[in-house]
Each structure stands twice: as structure tokens, then as C-alpha cells.
């Protein structure tokens, strides 16, 4: 793309300052404030003021690959004899040589021990009068834990790779290091060259046209590095494998905890003689190390989690320059906004910014919760992108730089399980269809919602989940009426406590979304723009956690489904995920049909205006074609924590057969339908649920005059009133 970019943060208030990063072909870019008020393609509405400008840009470079980095210090710098040990599960092996751990400057000097192209380990120490190198004669077998020694002994003595397979095999084999391996030759070099660089592990540094930066990623696991200041011995060397505690001699002149503080972005040096490391683009923590047995968890038993899973499309952060710093304009109402850039001769982006109300008060009675939580792990999500084919130029960004979502797996075929909004997203954005559907999805989905409110003037406040996470039900205890997004599928326990608090204290929740409440959300404390899902059991899943690693690295608490949690979408909004599209382009919803429940008294009002046998949405919407029930829906289920005083409203049953499928969680109950509730909760409140993504992409038929705009209508009234909703007597 000839102009791409971000914000950081995303979510902002008046008086606050966000920056935009922003990468162009051009030397200077126009940019603009605009409000986004729909997603189907239509103008933004331009919004004048202090952003507005010509700002110097240029192009930023995205430099994938996680490695954890170890400041330099002069403790580091090895003399004429010392020992390397590392541990090694390689998960990819070809395309290049790959680091594994080092001190090497851009131009070489230094030492490293790598993984070459075919698989085969290499140990190179470089000084003032020369390199020294040996390396394997087979290569490191994928998935297996190896344990790596290299050792250098000075000028006319050994320098030496040694690698002890953890499951050493039966039968010996030709091409991979099946037993014991060790090769060594006469060193030349007196000492590696003492350099200012830092300690890269997973990384090495590189030069080219645009300056030095860290390449050669390593895919894969490494665990425990350890260094020493002398030669190991053969018999220490055989024995480093079968070492269990790491504090035993010999002691080590510097070594690093993977398994330590794994909530954050800091590794442990632990011996106290060099210094502590970061993680640097956020490689997976929390996994297994090559001491698991089938047993623990991260926070019970560490030593058995100490490692790290690296992967060279690894992208937390961007890194980019600023382009704008900018204040936002005091006064300016809350509302979903963008940056629209402009180069100065080739390209355009709009880079979203949602400006919330002042932090210490509401400006509206209505409150809608954009669902950022899901916007980021859908962000950039090429398993549906892939589907259309597009060549669009967002299309091609995202594919040729390998940008992932929660949906997609890296290289090495592991699930991606962070996202984080310091980089292009490129499916959150105004007018974005998913090419499978040719329909919005997620940030533009939710824009049909807000337009809808524009349209009935309803005055409007909007967060993020973000936000709901920090600041609880203090938040929204602030608003008569609370509002979902169109697909809230992902959430914190934060939020969960924040909505049940809520409700329990008299608030109005209406629920327009399907597939909500679902999957177990993390969000990383430390720098707070980044998700986590890690996914697990029974559930409609575009990959699985490896064994023994369903934990949340970022909070420690078991990730999967809020199902398996015990806190399944009904108890909180009466239904939950039932069964979704099968991902064809032909699928279509259905419409609702009105059942017992929408007669009764306490919810007839509901339907004033909609007549008696009228179908609900039966008519054509903006999200898979037909029906507002569609995409993916909910049923209500007292099993799983529907009130037993809730009201099912209306069924939709009739969906094509061969376009959909039950949940995967729902097989040994596959009741392939959607539920519309209502139920009153304590103190007043009270709570509807649509239980469909598409129900929102139906508001707007016809010029907004059909039964679910009325529906939507007439809830929202009435939830706006000061009158209390009263629970029917227990029986």
C-alpha cells in the first residue's frame, strides 16, 4: 500500500494525545479527521480541526520475528575459554540460517550458535585474527527437545558443538541427530571480539539499506540458555542433560529463567552477573519445556514451563516513528472517528480512533461497548481473507507481509494466540468487506449499528472492551442503557464481573450480537495493547493449543470457552452460541417467528407495531445476504444459566441445511437455532438479547421502516424509561 498506518491507543478522550504512525511512499501526507457513521462504503462525515494538516512522512519498515534481547555489558564479553548451553526444539526448519543465541555485531565479530539452513547446528566464534566454526553432520529433528553445548578453549585447543537429544532414538539415523553428537576442531581464534552489541537470543543482528535491525528468527522453543566462563568437560557436557536442578554445579557465569515472571515482557538473569532480558515482539510464553512430563501448569510447577516459542512473523508492536502527535480536540463528542491519509500523489487509509466521553462522566444515556477485543482478534485474519481471492491492495498487504490474526497459525503451524492493535490492521477499517461474504465484518458491521442510532437521533456514548476491562461497572453504572456490539465474542473475566454487576444493580443490557461472551480474553497488563487467546477444548476453533499449554501467559488463568469455565453466555444474557455458517458463500440466515412469549404481558411491548404472524427480518441485510438471523447464533438454555423467569420471544429454525452446522460445543445437543429473550433482572433492569451477528445488518432495509428497526426501536424506549422492570413472583 502506498499509505498505511495505526494509532496508539486506539481509544482516546478529549485532552488526551493518540499518535499516528503512519507509512507512505510519499514525502508528505494530507491527513484528516473524519466520523465513521456507517459501514457499507458510504462518505465519511468530515470533522474539522486541529489535525487537519500536511505532516512530513515516509516509509516505515515492518521487521517481523520475536527474540529476547540482553542489553550489552561488559561481564558479557567472553574471554579465551567458555561454554554455551542451550535447549532446542526447532519447529521449522529450511529458508535460511536461523539464530539461536549470540553476541555478534552487524558485521560478524563476536560469537553465535545458529541453526543453519538445512537443520544443522553451528557454532561460530569470530575475533581480531579470524573465524573459527565447526558444525553438525545431520541436522536437529523438528518437534524433539535437544540439549545444545557449544565450547571454546582458546588458540591450538578445542572448539566444539556437542547436541543430547532428550529421547534419544532406537534406530540411528543418517540425516538427523537420532543419539549423542558431538563435533569438534583445533581453534585458531584467541578470543571472540569484544563488541558493544547486546546478547540476541532467537535473533541476530543484520545490516542493510535501511540501517541494522535483528533478523534470522529462529521458529521454535529454546529453554535455560546458560553460559560459563571456562570449557565444559565431556563428562559435564553428557551430564547437562540429565541435569534437573539448574543451581547445581557447575554454576554458571550467567544464566536466564524462561519460566520466571511470564506475564510480562522480562526475563530473569538469575545468577546476578549480567543483566536481566526482554522479549521483543512478543514470542509465546507459558509453553512447555523439555522437563514436561504430562503434568502442572504455568504458575504450579514452572520449571517444567521454561521456555519460550519463538516464530520469525512474530508482530507485537511496529515500532514505527510517530507521524502526528495529536491532542484531541477538547469538546469533541464521543463517536468512532478516522484518520483519513492522503499521499501527496498516490494512496489513501483510514486509521480508526473511537473518542470516548470524558473519563469522569457520561455525555449521553446510552452507552454502546465497541467490541475492541474482537476487532483485534479478527484483526488482519487471512483465513477468511484467503478465501475471496481479493487483489485488493489491503488484501495484498496483509498477505505479503504475513500479518496475523487469533484465526491463523504462524509458519511453523502453531496457533496465533496474541494480537495487538501498534501495527496495520487492515480489516479494521470503514468500508472493509470479508471477501467470502462481500459483506462488513466486525469495526464496519458495528458502524450499521451506529448509523441506525444516528438515524433515530439517539444520543450515544462509546468505549472499547478496553476500557470496560480498566474501569469495571463503575463505567457503566454511569448509563440507563447499555449496548453490545454486533459479534462480542471475546472477553475478560474483568468484564464478565463488570456486566453481572451491572445488571444486578438495576442496568438495561441490550445484547445484539451473536456468538458473544465466548472465548476466555486476556489483555497484557504490562503494555496494554495486546490480547491473548489461547484455544482449547470443545469448541467451534481455528486451531488448538499444544498439550499441556491451554494457560494464559498474560493473566495465568485457564483459557477455552467461558462455557467450560462455568460461565456460560446464558447466565448473563440468557442465550449463547448455537450454530453458524459453514463458510460458504451461498449460506443465507433465517427470519425469526414470533413465539408464546411475545404475548406475554411483560414483553408484548416489545412488538408493538410488528403484527401477529409477521415474520422478524424476513428480507434481505447487509451481512450474509438474508434473515436477520444469521452468521453465527445463540439459543437460550437453562441448563447452561437461562433464567428460569426469561422469555423466549421468537425462533429462527430455518436455515439451509447444507450451509450450516451446530456449534462444535452443541453436538450431543444440536438445536440448530436463535432465540430472542427478554428477562428482568434485580433492582429494575432488565435484559434483550437478539442471539444473531446479522440482526444489526437488518436495522437499515427498506429506509430503517421494517420490523427489527422497530423491534430495536421499541426495546431501546423502553429500557430508556425511569420505570423499573418487574420480575414475576417465584413460583
Known amino acids: 500500500m502506498d499509505v498505511v498506518g495505526y494509532s496508539d491507543p486506539i481509544c482516546v478522550s478529549p485532552g488526551d494525545k493518540v499518535s499516528l504512525m503512519i507509512s507512505s511512499a510519499d514525502p508528505e501526507v494530507q491527513v484528516s479527521l473524519v466520523r465513521l457513521r456507517q459501514g457499507d462504503g458510504r ?91 565447526v558444525e553438525t553432520s545431520r541436522r536437529l529433528r523438528e518437534g524433539d527437545w535437544h540439549c545444545l553445548i557449544a565450547t571454546f578453549d582458546g588458540p591450538g585447543e578445542e572448539i566444539s558443538v556437542t547436541v543430547l537429544p532428550v529421547r534419544p532414538w532406537t534406530v540411528a539415523s543418517q540425516s538427523v541427530i537420532s543419539e549423542n553428537a558431538e563435533t569438534a576442531a583445533r581453534a585458531t581464534v584467541t578470543r571472540p571480539a569484544p563488541t558493544q552489541a547486546p546478547l540476541l537470543i532467537a535473533g541476530a543482528l543484520a545490516r542493510d539499506d535501511s540501517g541494522e535491525h535483528v533478523g534470522s528468527a529462529f521458529n521454535g522453543k529454546l529453554a535455560a540458555p546458560r553460559l560459563f566462563g571456562r ?252 449496548l453490545s456490539g454486533t459479534h462480542a465474542e471475546y472477553w475478560s473475566a474483568q468484564m464478565l464481573d463488570a456486566l453481572e454487576t451491572y445488571q444486578n444493580s438495576g442496568g438495561r443490557y441490550m445484547y445484539l450480537s451473536g456468538n458473544g461472551l465466548y472465548w476466555v480474553t486476556g489483555l497484557d497488563e504490562e503494555e496494554g495493547h495486546t490480547i491473548e487467546v489461547r484455544r482449547q477444548g470443545a469448541a467451534v476453533s481455528a486451531w488448538h493449543c499444544a498439550p499441556g499449554e491451554g494457560h494464559l501467559s498474560t493473566t495465568g488463568e485457564p483459557g477455552g470457552l467461558w462455557r467450560w469455565r462455568g460461565r456460560a453466555p446464558q447466565h448473563y444474557v440468557g442465550v449463547g452460541f448455537s450454530a453458524c455458517w459453514s463458510t460458504t458463500p451461498k449460506a443465507t440466515g433465517a427470519p425469526y417467528v414470533r413465539g408464546p412469549g411475545s404475548h406475554d404481558p411483560r414483553a408484548s411491548w416489545i412488538f408493538e407495531g410488528v403484527s401477529t404472524d409477521e415474520p422478524i427480518g424476513d428480507f434481505p441485510n447487509q451481512v450474509l445476504s438474508y434473515g436477520a438471523a444469521g452468521y453465527e447464533v445463540d439459543r437460550a438454555d437453562p441448563s447452561l444459566g437461562t433464567p428460569p423467569h426469561a422469555l423466549i420471544l421468537a425462533t429462527a429454525t430455518e436455515f439451509p441445511a447444507d450451509h450450516w452446522m451446530p456449534a462444535t460445543e452443541e453436538l450431543t445437543n444440536p438445536n440448530l437455532r436463535a432465540d430472542m429473550v427478554f428477562f428482568e433482572t434485580p433492582s429494575g433492569g432488565a435484559v434483550f438479547s437478539t442471539g444473531s451477528i446479522t440482526w444489526c445488518s437488518a436495522l437499515s432495509y427498506d429506509n430503517y421502516a421494517n420490523n427489527v428497526s422497530t423491534i430495536t426501536k421499541n426495546v431501546l424506549s423502553r429500557f430508556l424509561s425511569p420505570d423499573p422492570f418487574n420480575p414475576p413472583p417465584t413460583p
Open 231 to 482: 570449557a565444559l568437560t565431556r563428562a559435564e557436557r553428557t551430564a547437562e542433560r540429565d541435569r534437573t536442578e539448574l543451581s547445581a554445579p557447575p554454576v554458571p557465569a550467567a544464566a536466564w529463567d524462561f519460566a520466571g515472571v511470564i506475564g510480562t515482557r522480562n526475563v530473569l538473569e538469575t545468577t546476578g552477573n549480567a543483566p536481566h532480558g526482554r522479549t521483543v515482539q512478543l514470542p509465546t510464553r507459558g509453553v512447555t519445556g523439555p522437563r514436561w512430563d504430562g503434568h502442572g501448569n504455568p504458575a504450579e510447577d514452572p520449571g517444567r514451563y521454561d521456555a519460550i516459542h519463538f516464530h520469525d512473523d512474530d508482530l507485537d508492536d511496529a515500532g514505527w516513528n510517530p507521524t502526528v502527535e495529536w491532542t484531541v480536540d477538547t469538546g469533541l463528542p464521543s463517536g468512532v472517528y478516522a484518520a483519513h491519509v492522503r499521499g501527496s500523489r498516490a494512496g489513501e487509509d483510514y486509521i480508526p480512533i473511537v473518542v470516548r466521553p470524558p473519563r469522569d462522566r457520561a455525555t449521553a444515556p446510552v452507552l454502546l461497548v465497541a467490541p475492541l477485543f474482537s476487532w483485534l482478534a479478527y484483526g488482519n485474519v487471512r483465513a477468511l481473507e484467503q478465501y475471496g481471492g481479493k487483489g485488493d491492495a489491503p488484501s495484498r498487504y496483509v498477505l505479503d507481509h504475513g500479518l496475523n490474526s487469533t484465526y491463523d497459525t504462524h509458519t511453523d503451524g502453531s496457533g496465533v494466540c496474541y494480537s495487538s492493535w501498534r501495527r496495520p490492521l487492515l480489516n479494521l477499517r470503514p468500508g472493509f468487506h470479508l471477501p467470502i461474504l462481500e459483506s462488513p465484518h466486525q469495526l464496519s458491521a458495528d458502524l450499521l449499528l451506529v448509523d441506525w442510532l444516528h438515524h433515530h437521533g439517539h444520543e450515544v456514548d462509546i468505549v472499547t472492551d478496553a476500557d470496560l476491562h480498566h474501569e469495571g461497572a463503575a463505567l457503566l453504572d454511569r448509563y440507563q442503557v447499555v
Open 43 to 133: 462518505p465519511a462525515e468530515p470533522v474539522a480541526g486541529s489535525l487537519d494538516g500536511v505532516y512530513r512522512a515516509g516509509p516505515q519498515p515492518l521487521r517481523r520475528g520475536s527474540y529476547v534481547r540482553v542489553p550489552h555489558d561488559p561481564r558479557l564479553d567472553l574471554g579465551a575459554a567458555f561454554s554455551v548451553v542451550l535447549w532446542a526444539q526447532p519447529t521449522l526448519v529450511g529458508a535460511d540460517e536461523r539464530a539461536l543465541i549470540g553476541k555478534q555485531d552487524g558485521s560478524g565479530m563476536g560469537w553465535s550458535l545458529s541453526m543453519t539452513e538445512d537443520g544443522r547446528v553451528r557454532f561460530t566464534v569470530t575475533g581480531e585474527n579470524g573465524a573459527d566454526r
